[in-house]
């Protein structure tokens, strides 16, 4: 059975940091790109950033470009996301999800990913 679980969401003020984890069980870990992606009340959800499946593409989405980092270690199953100078923009429901492939496309289009976690609250205080 798979599993995608995340961690480490929380409140932060503004210009603070979060790292977020996900760990990944029951698939090839080390055979799938990886995805965050993120969900604001109202909003549609939308790619924040993701990485190959050995971490030599990655892509994230303008808005958090310079600011969030992600990294992933295959030898733990765990995928990261590092914020930086959290903006109050920047609170949603993240959450991770399992690629169908080893690549990702910097359109974070949903159908490219196969499981998905329930997602870690991140709210941003100003």
């Known amino acids: 059975q798979v599993q995608v679980v995340e961690s480490g969401g929380g409140l932060a003020q503004a210009g603070g940091t979060l790292r977020l984890s996900c760990s990944a069980s029951?698939?090839?870990?080390?055979?799938?790109?990886m995805g965050w992606f993120r969900q604001a009340p109202g909003k549609k959800r939308e790619g924040v950033s993701c990485?190959?499946?050995?971490?030599?593409?990655?892509y994230y989405t303008d808005s958090v470009k310079g600011r969030f980092t992600i990294s992933r270690d295959n030898a733990k199953n765990n995928v990261y996301l590092q914020m930086n100078n959290l903006k109050s923009e920047d609170t949603a429901m993240y959450y991770c999800?399992?690629?169908?492939?080893?690549?990702?496309?910097?359109?974070?289009?949903?159908?490219?990913?196969?499981?998905w976690g329930q997602g870690t609250q991140v709210t941003v205080s100003s």
């Open positions: 029951g698939l090839r870990f080390d055979d799938r790109a």
């Open positions: 990485i190959s499946f050995n971490g030599g593409t990655i």
């Open positions: 999800a399992a690629g169908l492939g080893r690549y990702c496309s910097d359109t974070f289009q949903s159908y490219e990913y196969r499981y």
